[in-house]
């Protein structure tokens, strides 16, 4: 990950914390696909998408610690 991006274990699932990503991922490394699929295409696998956040699940999603 760049240093404006981090993954998180949050609502059930894995999220992106980076401004523009609303999906919740079933699992890490879907979350991590997800980010190589956008930043360079590198990844051919689909993410598993379980849900997505609200405006204010959105606004609060970081990570503890």
């Known amino acids: ?3 404006a991006t981090t993954i998180c274990p949050n609502y059930g699932g894995w999220v992106i914390v980076n401004g523009f990503d609303y999906n919740i991922y079933k699992r890490y490394i879907d979350a991590v696909n997800a980010y190589k ?3 360079d295409g590198s990844n051919k ?3 598993i998408i379980i849900g997505k956040m609200t405006d204010e699940q959105f606004i609060n999603a970081l990570c503890d610690g």
């Open 1 to 3: 990950m760049d240093g």
């Open 37 to 39: 699929q956008r930043k």
């Open 45 to 47: 696998a689909e993410p």
